[in-house]
């Protein structure tokens, strides 16, 4: 038996009927351009939510017993009774795929979950929606729901969205559930189409490292609800519907008529985009050692033009790239939080060593920093 069909059997009195898992995520390339229907390009990593789930039968009270291995007490829900203000914030991510699978018309029996992730929390890995993703997979297997992997993307939006009460678009349970081993996930965020784009990181010799910061600064400024609310200006000034409309030719003709705050906005979106079309095409020509500049153009777009770097963030980019990273950049929210750095294998630790070195020399918190490779997406164990 795995250890974790172990942990559950120690902890619920049986064994799970079965074990499933998701990844966490790293956006590669294509950042704040979700919210503006353009293009995106994460992979899933090789680190997961992992649960041991066992449904309870159908005559049983209508009960979940949720357990974690970053948590001591186990939470009880009545799934008759489902309200996120009752349940406990960590258990709310699984209780919300309930709901939200409820929501579309299944009326669920009770389960016992026991959940181990190795996803770090909170460092732009999503390891909110690795779980949902997981949950979702293992109740639509194991009840035989027959939901498609497109539905419970969707399902698990809703759950983040209307029951935890996190606002997100679609990219990372796109990402838990669409990849596959070794491939990004190309995204367009209008139309959902998706399509694999191979990147062979460990069979070139790279690996990405995260360099989370640890740090937010999100409270000192207008953060999301400020960006957004400037690509919605800029697209309606523009008289597109979204950004992602925007060509690149038309650029400088945009710059003549719009307030040069919106016009930064707007013109880091549209090279975003034109960027993340560029990465696939490199990546399908000469492979993944090609793409460095583009991701470190992506970081200098984000901190020239969108505003929303920092300095730890801008020293975590220089410092990798000064000790060799083919390409660095910030990624997720901005003002805080991590940045990824595409290496060589062989330059990993000096690279961490140099970025650790310069952190402390700036008086700045240690940052936390870890390799990834792509991994497949969601799957039964
Ligand atoms: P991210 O998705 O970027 O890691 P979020 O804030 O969206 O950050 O999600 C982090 C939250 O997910 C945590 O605060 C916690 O509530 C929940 N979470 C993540 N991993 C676990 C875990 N292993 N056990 C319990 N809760 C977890
Ligand atoms: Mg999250």
Redesign the pocket.
Known sequence: MSTLATSFTDLFGHAPDACYAAPGRVNLIGEHTDYNEGYVLPFAIDKV?SIGLKVHPAAAPRLLRLA????NAVVEVDLGKLSAETIT??AR?LAGVFWAFEQRGFMLPGADIL?D?T???????????A?ECAVALGINEALRLNLTREELVLLCQSAENNFVG?PTGILDQSASLLSTAEHALFLDCRTRETRQVHLPLSESGLQILVINTRVSHSHDSGGYKELVAACTTGASQLGVKALRDVPLTALPAAKETLAPDIYRRVAHIVTENQRVLETIELLDSAGPTAIGQLLTQSHASMRDDFGISCPELDLAVDAALAAGALGARMTGGGFGGSAIALVHTHDAETISARVLQEFAAAHFITPEIFTVLPGPGARAL
Do not use: M, N, R
Not at 68 to 71: A, F
Not at 119 to 127: C, D, I, T
């Open positions: 939510a974690s291995t970053h948590e914030p960590w991510y959940l992730s996803v770090p929390l909170g460092a732009g890995l999503s390891s909110s929606a779980i996190a």
